[in-house]
């Protein structure tokens, strides 16, 4: 008798459970599936179930265990695989979310979600070419897939296929005409001149690259452009010891910010990218951070700053006057801008198959001087690695004219 009435109280904690999860209170949740899981180890869905909340309030480490412990006692449900996949791949572990959602597959084969959310896993990982096959295939089964298509295009594009990438960005624009990205891709890839990237693009591009953005950057690609950049600011004579503000434009995790940090009393930084200022938070380098596209930001500040650092953001524009417009207008009279480019001989500036813009230093200079900024100091750079060979650059620093 006692037995039974144990099961009939572990059955109603257990409803009481579901329906605090149903209402939205995952953390209440959480404490009857713990004590439910205790008393029925057995039970897989309740330990889905608590997996499932660990997962909602961000608990992903827990959310593994619970996901995995179902998955050992129903080896063969597909959607328990599925959500073990996202809590692994939420936790960084993602050579363990691949192996769930390969599994989940071999039981769900036409399951979209199940290929797509391995596609992203892939390539959130860095294995480009996996990521690329995978979503091909997605894209073959449904053609009018749009995420799929997006990362296939992306990825080719990456991957230096432009003509696949063209097709793939077509197909795009057939199914929405008005998608801002790969319209502007689209336009790279067959030559056409746009003088500035839509902010989806940006945002959408760098979003997907935080997680592995530094280590890609500077392991990878062999990165040193910021402390290239500090070096040849602390070239110049300067009667100040340290700035008073400076604004790191375009500062992505940090890299800049954190060569440039003691070379200032404040230090802010601006990015379109949330993920990637989120990223950047976690260093503690910055006395503030903003989620704005720069030039936008820059018009609406009423402070002034007398350094501005843009490393490998001018890459992203084509026409520059609006940035030195705007930054002389938030300038001090005697405030300093850093800035790198990418360099072409060609043209003012040219946008090239990569999507990022190259500018000749003479249109640099010119632009800077029409605005009131004077050289002080410019070198040729070596910005990063890109396939076999290396991208040409160029660095400067600018003062403002009194």
């Known amino acids: 008798m006692r037995d039974n009435q144990e099961a009939v109280d572990l059955q109603a904690l257990y409803q009481e459970a579901i329906l605090l999860h149903r209402q939205g209170r995952p953390e209440e949740a959480i404490s009857r599936y713990s004590l439910i899981a205790g008393h029925a180890p057995e039970a897989a869905e309740v330990h889905y179930n608590l997996g499932l909340a660990l997962f909602e309030t961000g608990q ?43 599994q989940a597959m071999v039981l769900a084969p036409a399951d979209l979600d199940i290929r797509y959310n391995l596609g992203c896993c892939y390539r959130d990982a860095g294995e480009l070419e996996q990521a690329r096959r995978v979503f091909a295939i997605l894209a073959g089964m449904a053609p009018d897939h749009l995420p799929a298509l997006n990362n296939l295009a992306y990825l080719l594009h990456l991957l230096g296929e432009y003509d696949e990438a063209r097709e793939a960005y077509g197909r795009i624009l057939r199914l929405d005409p008005e998608h801002a990205s790969a319209r502007y891709m689209h336009a790279v890839l067959i030559g056409a001149p746009v003088a500035v990237p839509p902010r989806e693009y940006v945002r959408s591009l760098f979003d997907h690259y935080s997680a592995t953005f530094e280590e890609n950057l500077t392991r990878d690609l062999e990165y040193t452009l910021f402390l290239d950049m500090r070096a040849m600011f602390d070239a110049i004579q300067q009667e100040k010891q340290l700035r008073d503000h400076g604004l790191d434009l375009g500062c992505g995790t940090g890299l800049a910010g954190e060569a440039f940090r003691t070379a200032c009393r404040r230090l802010s930084g601006v990015d379109l990218s949330a993920k990637m200022i989120e990223r950047a938070a976690t260093k503690n380098i910055y006395d503030s951070l903003h989620v704005e596209e720069i030039v936008a930001f820059l018009n609406h500040r009423q402070e002034l700053y007398d350094l501005f650092i843009a490393t490998d953001v001018l890459i992203y524009l084509g026409d520059l006057t609006p940035l030195f417009a705007a930054a002389a207008r938030q300038a001090t009279p005697d405030a300093l801008f850093c800035l790198s480019t990418e360099r072409t001989e060609a043209a003012d500036w040219v946008i090239q198959t990569t999507g990022r813009y190259a500018h000749h230093p003479d249109y640099v200079r010119k632009i800077a001087r029409e605005n009131g900024w004077r050289e002080l100091r410019s070198a040729p750079a070596d910005v990063r690695r890109e396939g076999d060979g290396r991208i040409d650059g160029s660095l400067f620093v600018f003062a403002r004219t009194n």
């Open 60 to 102: 992903f480490s827990l959310a593994v265990k619970a996901c995995r412990q179902a998955a050992a006692l129903a080896p063969t449900d597909a959607d328990i695989l599925y959500n073990l996949g996202l809590a692994c791949k939420k936790d960084n572990r993602y050579a363990e979310a691949e192996i769930a959602y390969l």
